[in-house]
C-alpha cells in the first residue's frame, strides 16, 4: 500500500486535489475525466470478463461525463450499449459536456429515464458525486431503487449514488454498488458508517495524479493496513524473555460472567504478552485458568486486595464480564487512578458514563450504544456521523478512542484511522472482549495509546477475516483468538 492509498479525505478535500490537480498541476479537467472512465472500464472488464453489454446512468455533474467516457470505451470495445441520462444533455458543462459530445462523436445516443431500466450484463451507477448533501428525491431516487431492483453486478462510479461521502450514511436512499472505483484519493464515507452494505468491493485509481498535488491537502485520516503492524511490532530481538515482553493485567468477570475475562486474557496472551494476569470476582476465580493454565488469576473482592496486584503491571485493561455491580464500582476508581496506560471496555464505560473524567493515559473502546452513553446522545446519533462522535469523545474523555463497528474508527489527537478488515460474522459475544485483551497485550509491551490501539483494531479484524474464511456465521471470537498469532507475527 502506498502512501496515497492510506490516505483519507474528505469531500470537501478531494475537491481541493481535484482543483490543485487542473489548475495547479495542468492535467485538463477532460484527461482526468478520460483516466477515471478508462480505470473504470478496466476494473469493470477484469471482474466480468465475459461481459459484453452495459447499461450506464448519468447524472448533469462530473460523475455522469465518467459516465459517457465509459460508454464511449464499452462502444468501441463492440459491447451492446445502452446510456440513459437523468440530466438535459444542452445543460452539461465543460469536461462532462466534451465527454457527452465524445460519446455521440463515436456514433452513442443518449435515452431520457422513464422510470424503466433495461437489462444488461453490467450497470453503472453514474448519477451523483461526493457533492450530494440532502435527500435525493424524484427520478434520481426511482432511478436509484430500479438500479437495486436489478439482477445483474453494479459499478459505481466514484461514490456510490446517494451515500454522503464524508459520514457513509445513505441520503434517503443509496446504489447499492457490487464495485466501486473511486478516484484520487479515498472518501472517509466509503470507509465508516453505511458503506459496507453500499460500496461492494472498492478500489483506488489516483489517476496519476502527481505526490506535489497530495502534499497540498494534508490530511490527518488515514487507513490502517499491514504497515501499521510492520511499523509497531517489528521482530523481537533473539535474547527477549517474558520479563521484557510485558506484564497485562485484565480485571473483570463478575459472577455470571467469567467467559468475557477468560477471552480477554486469553486474547492478551496470544498477542504477546508475556506474563497475563487476571483479577476477577472469588466466585470463580479457583477454576478461571483450567483449559488455559498460562493465565495467572487472582481472586479479587475489594480494591484492597486488588492493589497490589498493581505495582508490576505495565498495562491494565478493565470491563469485560464487569457488570455495574458493588464489587466493579469499588474496582474501577482505583484502576481509573493507575498510572500505566490502561483500557476501558463494556461496562466500565457504562459506569465511566455516570461519573466522566478525562485522562490522557487510557483507550476507551465503546461501541455505538457505549458511545451513546458516554456522549449521552442516541445510538442513532453515534451512526449518523461516527466520525464527529468519535472526534467529540476523544475531546472530552481525552487519550485515544476506539469506536467500534462496521468501519472502526480509531481517534486520537492527531487525527483518526480508519479499519476496512473485518465481516459480519464479528457480531457475536466476546468479540469486544478479545480486543480488550489484545490491545492491552500491545500496550504491555511498550506500545503507546495510538499505536496499541490502531495495531490492536487491525491484528483483530484480520484475525476475524482468518477465521471467516470457513463461514461468517457461527464465528466465535475464540475462533479469531486462534488466528491471532499468525496474524501478529505476519
Known amino acids: 500500500m502506498t502512501a496515497v492509498e492510506h490516505r483519507v479525505y474528505t469531500a470537501a478535500q478531494t475537491r ?12 485538463p479537467a477532460y484527461t482526468l475525466m478520460s483516466r477515471a472512465g478508462q480505470a473504470t472500464f478496466d476494473h469493470l472488464r477484469a471482474r466480468w470478463p465475459d461481459a459484453r453489454s452495459v447499461c450506464i446512468l448519468c447524472g448533469a455533474g462530473n460523475n ?8 464511449r470505451l464499452a ?3 463492440g459491447w451492446q450499449v445502452t446510456l440513459i441520462s437523468l440530466a438535459d444533455v444542452s445543460r452539461l458543462q465543460g469536461a462532462a459536456q466534451q465527454a457527452c459530445q465524445d460519446f455521440s462523436a463515436a456514433g452513442g445516443q443518449v435515452q431520457a429515464f422513464t422510470g424503466e431500466i433495461p437489462p444488461a450484463a453490467v450497470m453503472v451507477d453514474a448519477l451523483l458525486g461526493t457533492g450530494l448533501d440532502r435527500t435525493v428525491e424524484g427520478a434520481y431516487a426511482t432511478a436509484i431503487q430500479q438500479l437495486n431492483q436489478q439482477t445483474a453486478p453494479v459499478v459505481a462510479v466514484d461514490i456510490p449514488s446517494g451515500l454522503h461521502a464524508d459520514t457513509g ?17 479515498l472518501k472517509a464515507g466509503l470507509l465508516t458508517g453505511k458503506a459496507r452494505d453500499y460500496c461492494g468491493t472498492l478500489h483506488l485509481a489516483t489517476l496519476d495524479v502527481p505526490d506535489s498535488v497530495y502534499a497540498q491537502v494534508p490530511t490527518n485520516l488515514h487507513l490502517l493496513g499491514q504497515h501499521t503492524l510492520r511499523e509497531h511490532l517489528p521482530p523481537r530481538r533473539r535474547c527477549a524473555h517474558k520479563g521484557n515482553t510485558g506484564h497485562a493485567l485484565l480485571v473483570g468477570g463478575a459472577p455470571g460472567m467469567s467467559g468475557a475475562i477468560r477471552l480477554a486474557g486469553e486474547a492478551a496472551l496470544r498477542a504477546g504478552s508475556g506474563l497475563v494476569s487476571i483479577a476477577t470476582h472469588p466466585a470463580h476465580a479457583p477454576f478461571l485458568n483450567l483449559l488455559r493454565p498460562e493465565l495467572m488469576v487472582h481472586a479479587v473482592d475489594s480494591p484492597a486486595t486488588l492493589r497490589p496486584l498493581l505495582a508490576r503491571m505495565e498495562a491494565i485493561g478493565i470491563g469485560p464480564g464487569m457488570a455495574q455491580t458493588a464489587w466493579s464500582r469499588n474496582l474501577l476508581p482505583l484502576i481509573q487512578n493507575a498510572t500505566q496506560p490502561k483500557v476501558l471496555d463494556a461496562d466500565a464505560l457504562n459506569l465511566l458514563a455516570q461519573t466522566r473524567s478525562q485522562r490522557d493515559d487510557w483507550i476507551l473502546t465503546p461501541h455505538p450504544g457505549e458511545a451513546a452513553r458516554l456522549l449521552a446522545c442516541t445510538t442513532a446519533d453515534v451512526e449518523q456521523d461516527r466520525i464527529a462522535a468519535t472526534r467529540r469523545l476523544q475531546r472530552e474523555y481525552g487519550g485515544v478512542i476506539v469506536l467500534k463497528g462496521t468501519g472502526t474508527l480509531v481517534a486520537s489527537a492527531n487525527g483518526v484511522a480508519f479499519c476496512d478488515a473485518g465481516n459480519p460474522g464479528m ?7 478479545a480486543l480488550t485483551g489484545i490491545i492491552t497485550a500491545l500496550l504491555a509491551q511498550g506500545l503507546s495509546l495510538e499505536a496499541a490501539a490502531t495495531t490492536g483494531v487491525w491484528v483483530h479484524a484480520h484475525a476475524a477475516d482468518r477465521a471467516a474464511a470457513s463461514g461468517e456465521r457461527g464465528l466465535l471470537a475464540s475462533d479469531l483468538i486462534t488466528h491471532l498469532r499468525e496474524v501478529i507475527n505476519a
Open 16 to 27: 481541493q486535489l481535484d482543483h490543485i490537480a487542473i489548475h495547479d498541476a495542468g492535467i
Open 64 to 71: 455522469g461525463g465518467d459516465g459517457y467516457v465509459i460508454t
Open 75 to 77: 462502444l468501441q470495445a
Open 169 to 185: 450514511q445513505p441520503c434517503g436512499c443509496a446504489v447499492e454498488a457490487t464495485l466501486t472505483v473511486t478516484y484520487i484519493g
Open 427 to 433: 457480531a457475536s459475544g466476546g468479540m469486544g472482549d
